[in-house]
């Protein structure tokens, strides 16, 4: 229980965060954050503009305040990397330039709450079911391969980071990657 993520630097690849959030305040958030996508840095540079990648940088390290909920990990050091574009589509050689970023920045932990499909141009989202604001298509998931991200992805392991993923949002029997 006394574990709270100490001298742990975790690094959100998303859709930014909303950096003054009062769950956040500023304190553990690094100002190294960055836009992959315009190569800008600083908060104001990972502002959100879809909210989750705040949720899911408050899932790891949302504040212990007496406000909101708290992370699981409240004290971690949090690098916010940016991976989308002005319309909220995720940009794939942002995420890869993402993952280099981690590996040239001592990142211990890496965080991507991101998927993708591997689909022909024919694919329907019909497939998948509209969960409200977040209307699903091929635009917002993105086309992922198995390979798009595999070299940046193993060398990251290799240098010793832990690596979490997202498993799939959707009912589908697709492979979603990473």
Request: aromatic share 8%; with cysteine.
């Amino acid at each position: 229980n006394s574990y709270r993520g100490e001298n742990v630097r975790v690094a959100v690849i998303d859709t930014g965060c909303y950096t003054s959030h009062e769950d956040f305040n500023g304190t553990n958030i690094k100002t190294i954050s960055k836009n992959m996508v315009t190569s800008t840095t600083g908060l104001a540079a990972v502002n959100d503009t879809n909210s989750h990648g705040t949720t899911s940088a408050a899932t790891i390290a949302a504040a212990v305040n007496g406000v909101g909920g708290t992370g699981i990990a409240p004290n971690v050091e949090l690098i916010i990397l940016k991976c989308v574009d002005s319309n909220n589509a995720f940009n794939n050689t942002a995420i890869n330039n993402a993952l280099q970023y981690c590996i040239d920045n001592d990142v211990d932990v890496i965080n991507m709450s991101i998927q993708g499909y591997n689909v022909s141009s024919n694919f329907s989202a019909t497939y998948f079911e509209d969960f409200g604001k977040y209307t699903v298509n091929t635009t917002s998931m993105g086309i992922m391969t198995p390979t798009m991200f595999s070299t940046k992805i193993n060398a990251c392991y290799e240098k010793g980071i832990t690596i979490v993923a997202a498993a799939g949002n959707y009912n589908t029997n697709i492979p979603s990657y990473p």
